[in-house]
């Protein structure tokens, strides 16, 4: 299972108690922070998320309600005594700006920071373990920008140990048969690989597209995953104003899950603008029902 708890759904300015852009994922021991607003280390405090379990962090893009919480994240690691590597994926200008800052303070962190740039429209596999895989596709915004897709990979097929024994399948050779392959045995009789299987647990996949305009490019990506985040800064009474802004509203970003046959949708990234949330439920669920509007705090579990 898949764990996305919010700590920030709210766009540029901090109102009515949401903050910017923040979200852990867990994916089996890991958690990896999805941006880093303004704010983060005060959510992770309020929710009980210790930072040290942190080996990964994601920045979108440079707009600062997506990464200004992130100097004092990585500080912070440091004064508590961090030594696990930690891995930043982000635009290449990051690197930079977090340079910068560790050097007119005269910091040096006591754990290596690896950091790797993700060039303007880039698609590719950034961490690829056994047991997840995170990868990245751009989005369009006002600015380099990019969607990342997380997935916890599932078990393979389940052996039916009994069914294997009463057909002599030696144990050297289970590994394949969970990838699904078929055994020949000496005699020449073909052991199907259903005989002696059944089905494991699936892949899950959640995908994260914020800050972004609409878009159908993204859809080879984000196609039927079990979750995708979208960002709906505004109602669909304000398409206009999100076109020029290269934002989304509700109504877009349900068009998209439905052609994206996604089987849930989370809205975030709200105007400071709405206080009352209802309407974007109101008008998302009209195009596609599978719609939650995130709160902070909350964990969905996928
Ligand atoms: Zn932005």
């Known amino acids: 299972m898949i764990r996305v708890t919010i700590l920030g759904n709210n ?11 923040a979200q852990i994922i867990e994916l089996r021991e890991q958690l990896l922070l999805m941006d880093c607003g303004e704010g983060t280390q005060i ?47 982000g635009p290449p200008a990051l690197k930079d700006i977090i340079d910068l800052h560790l050097a007119v303070a005269g910091t040096t962190l006591p ?56 057909l002599e399948i030696p144990a050297a050779y289970y590994n394949q048969l969970k990838q699904g392959e078929d055994y020949l045995r000496r005699d020449g009789r073909l052991i199907k690989n259903e005989e002696v299987t059944t089905e494991g647990n699936p892949d899950k996949r959640y995908a994260y597209a914020a800050d972004t305009l609409y878009t159908e490019s993204i859809l080879p990506f984000i196609r039927n995953a079990d979750a995708l985040y979208h960002e709906s800064t505004y109602l669909d009474d304000n398409r206009e104003r999100a076109f020029d802004r290269f934002h989304s509203t509700a109504a877009q970003a349900a068009e998209l899950a439905g052609k994206a046959a996604v089987k849930r949708l989370l809205l975030g990234h709200f105007s400071s603008k709405y206080q009352d949330l209802s309407p974007f439920y109101t008008e998302a669920s009209a ?16």
Not at 11 to 21: E, F, V
Not at 57 to 64: D, M, Q, R, V
Not at 114 to 138: I, M
């Open 43 to 89: 959510q992770l405090q309020r929710y009980n998320i210790r930072r040290r379990r942190i080996n990964y962090i994601f920045i979108s893009h440079l707009h600062g309600d997506h990464y200004f919480g992130l100097i004092g994240l990585l500080t912070s690691m440091g004064l508590l005594g961090r030594t696990a590597p930690l891995c930043i994926y």
């Open 11 to 21: 766009s540029a300015l901090p109102a009515y108690d949401r903050h910017p852009t």
């Open 287 to 302: 195009i596609f029902p599978d719609v939650e509007i995130t709160t902070e705090g909350t964990t969905y579990e996928i």
């Open 111 to 166: 754990y290596v920071l690896h950091f790797e740039g993700l060039e303007e429209g880039v698609v590719r596999d950034l961490v690829d373990t056994p047991h997840f895989k995170v990868s990245c596709f751009p989005v369009i915004h006002r600015i380099p920008c990019h969607g990342f897709v997380f997935t916890l990979k599932g078990s393979g097929r389940k052996l039916l140990p009994e069914k294997c024994k009463e």
